[in-house]
């Protein structure tokens, strides 16, 4: 059993930045996929990005690459999301979570353990 608890989520004006944090409680196997999800009002739980744990190989989704970037720390057990030149359309909770496949699938249904959320809010 492996418990998620994001924290970072604030209120920041357009272009500024924010780092979330999701520290893990239990193991994280070097197979498992770490990754943020995200959440905006009226919409679907839409992937962001992931990081294999092993390998740290990372994927994004378009609308993020160039400004957002994901890590990993093994030995904190924790994974971050930096994200930068944050624009309106970034507002939403963002949850962080843990696929226990060792393929990538963008998915939310793919991942098998979840964050509680943090909001995000970008003002103009």
């Known amino acids: 059993q492996v418990q998620l608890a994001e924290s970072g989520g604030g209120l920041v004006q357009a272009g500024g930045s924010l780092r979330l944090s999701c520290p893990a409680s239990?193991?994280?196997?070097?197979?498992?996929?770490m990754g943020w999800f995200r959440q905006g009002p009226g919409k679907e739980r839409e992937f962001v990005a992931a990081i294999m744990w092993r390998l740290g190989k990372t994927f994004y989704t378009d609308s993020v690459k160039g400004r957002f970037r994901i890590s990993r720390d093994n030995a904190e057990n924790a994974v971050y999301l930096q994200m930068n030149n944050l624009k309106l359309e970034d507002t939403a909770v963002y949850y962080c979570?843990?696929?226990?496949?060792?393929?990538?699938?963008?998915?939310?249904?793919?991942?098998?353990?979840w964050g509680q959320g943090t909001q995000v809010t970008v003002s103009s």
């Open positions: 239990g193991t994280i196997y070097s197979s498992d996929i």
């Open positions: 979570a843990l696929s226990k496949s060792e393929y990538i699938d963008y998915r939310p249904e793919a991942f098998d353990y």
